[in-house]
């Protein structure tokens, strides 16, 4: 096999990979979130934060 069939076998599967990842995104996207879940991930997000705060306070000290 040539290397340019090898490419063009790489790229295809690439693209492939990549249509079915916007697929799956997509799917997800559309999904329902639950309120509490929603709740749940801003307070996760607030708690990482504020330990980035605390580690970044902590490596100037």
């Known amino acids: 096999m040539s290397r340019r069939s090898q490419r063009d076998l790489c790229a295809q599967a690439i693209q ?12 997800i996207e559309r999904e329902k979130v639950p309120d509490r879940l929603t709740r ?11 330990k980035r705060k605390g580690d970044m306070t902590a490596e100037r000290g």
């Open 16 to 27: 492939s990979l990549d249509q079915e990842i916007a697929s799956l995104l997509t799917a």
């Open 40 to 50: 749940l991930a801003l307070e996760l997000q607030n708690a990482l934060i504020e």
